[in-house]
């Protein structure tokens, strides 16, 4: 016999506040309470197993670039668990879910949380060769980082002998992009701020790292020597314009982060003299049979061995800490937070 919902709901989840004096803080509130009629119609009520940590969580905790519309706000963008309550046709009890690219942790409060009510057309049933944890392994970083890929890989295939180049090559996207890339054989070259990450870049398969500092100082000319055949950039900012001097004749920059800037002022030499383009990324724009195919990249054992391995499971308790530090230390482990 199925177990009844209880209600109302007592749940711990964090709470990023901001205080009269403008101050932000955050911590663990542990007497949360939802309701039965708080559940709206076609939404469903999903007790989180999993979640992971995400660039975006650290710069809600910084209340940076106006992501918290309302106060107090709990991020977290990925979720995965159990359907507890369903005001869907969609789901029923008990379903095994997961939320990934989708307005999680910013139209509404986010995973860092027992429990989230969210809309239906956000939720995806668990696939049979996936569990709970291994699907916040991938998240919205592996799945961007996989779409970004198949809008290129026949480019980069039809240049083989020319390498591919990854900046803000340690965060969750790029390092994601790094593992499939060299699982075609691909050679990888990177462009990392942080000179400490070298070491480990070069270990997962970069033959060459560039300092973001000395990349930037290219000179200022209109085109630059025809290097790379595909430039994922995670960045954004003045290292756009860089990076399109580089491309060779068909060669595409995929724009997929702004942690520089959100503009650029660029030379369009290179895209009428090279014919190469500009694509965006947004993980959002992903319609049901794209986002399937993404995910059966994933049916790999090996692949998802080596992302295993990459992975670290923390506390609810421990996101405070990690997103509370002044600086987004880049790890070479993937963050996976146990609800």
Known sequence: MKKKEIFPIKYSAIKINKTREGKVTNKIIYSNYLY??????KFVLIKVQYANINYKDFLMFKNIRGLIKRFPHTPGIDASGIVYFSNSKKFKKNDKIFIIAKPLGVELNGSFSQFISVPDHW??????????????????????????????????????????????????????????LKSYKISVEAISSNKGNERILKKIGVSKTHSLKNFLNAPNFSMLNEKYSVIFENLGGSLISICLKYLIKGGILVSIGNILSNTSTINILPLILRNVSIIGINAEYSNAY??????????????????????????????????????????????????
């Open 123 to 180: 939720v995806n049933k668990l696939p049979k060769n996936l569990t709970s944890k291994e699907t916040m392994m991938i998240g919205t970083s592996g799945f961007t980082a996989i779409k970004a890929l198949n809008e290129t890989l026949k480019t980069i295939l039809n240049n083989k002998h020319k390498p591919v180049l990854v900046t803000g090559a340690s965060g969750n996207v790029g390092t994601f992009l790094i593992h499939l």
């Open 290 to 339: 794209e986002r399937k195919k993404i995910f059966q990249i994933f049916n790999s054992i090996k692949f998802k061995k080596k992302l295993l391995k990459k992975t670290k499971v923390i506390s609810l308790k421990e996101v405070c800490k990690i997103l509370s530090k002044k600086n987004y230390n880049k790890r070479n482990k993937r963050l996976v937070v146990k609800i």
């Open 36 to 41: 039965k009629k708080d559940i709206k119609k």
